[in-house]
């Protein structure tokens, strides 16, 4: 299948502590993005990272990627409460353009 | 003010209804998509239309049939409705086609429930 794969598939932490979610991949791609979903809404963009890029930031977010191993890290620095929420990667393949796949996310809980 | 907006939140129906979903973006954007997202929260596309034309059709029943009136609306219409059909339907809309380092704004989602 072509669809990014997250680990872990849940992750909990305390406020303040960093969280690292990975995803793997199997095909060439054009870019990977992440996204965030609050529990019972849509998701909601966070970053993209282009395959010639191999770290990108923005905010408290922290995204790397290896195409040659087919992986990309999403790490949040400084956790909130309000980060609890559901994390995908989503690969953009080169060989199936207007597409793009989701994985099944990572389920981060920050507790106060 | 909601940039993609699809109505009914919720829906309850029974097997072999048939029901729509409408889904409405206001970003001028040129691409809608559905998406499904199944009970493990397993994300699929289903279709995609670039300026009111079918760009994408990812080996669904043909028991779905989307509408693109214009390239603002994409309208998900499904006939003969199913168990396995629950599920939650995301719209999303692009300024263009994916491919482009295109990123997707989504919509609230729609909880289709079939008894």
């Known amino acids: 299948s072509q669809q990014g794969e997250e680990d872990p598939q849940a992750l909990s932490i305390q406020e303040g502590e960093n969280a690292t979610m990975n995803c793997s991949y199997k095909t060439s791609i054009n870019n990977l993005q992440w996204y965030r979903q609050n529990s019972g809404r849509g998701l909601v963009h966070l970053i993209l990272i282009r395959s010639n890029e191999r770290e990108k930031h923005s905010g408290r977010l922290r995204v790397t990627l290896d195409t040659s191993k087919k992986s990309s890290s999403l790490l949040i620095t400084a956790s909130r409460a309000a980060d609890t929420a559901s994390y995908f990667c989503?690969?953009?393949?080169?060989?199936?353009?207007?597409?793009?796949?989701f994985g099944r996310g990572t389920q981060l809980t920050v507790w106060p | 003010d909601t940039a993609v907006s699809q109505t009914p939140k919720y829906l309850v129906t029974q097997m072999g209804n048939d029901k729509s979903i409408k889904c409405e973006q206001n970003l001028g954007h040129d691409t809608m998509y559905w998406y499904k997202q199944d009970s493990k929260k397993f994300l699929k596309i289903m279709f995609s239309?670039?300026?009111?034309?079918?760009?994408i059709n990812e080996t669904v029943p043909n028991r779905f049939s989307p509408k693109s009136p214009d390239k603002a609306h994409l309208n998900l219409h499904i006939n003969s409705l199913e168990l396995g059909d629950s599920a939650v339907y995301f719209c999303?809309?692009?300024?263009?086609?994916?491919?482009?380092?295109?990123?997707?704004?989504f919509g609230s989602g729609t909880q289709l429930s079939v008894l």
């Open positions: 999303a809309s692009s300024q263009d086609k994916t491919g482009d380092d295109e990123k997707l704004f």
């Open positions: 989503a690969t953009d393949p080169r060989s199936t353009l207007g597409r793009l796949y």
């Open positions: 239309y670039n300026n009111k034309e079918l760009i």
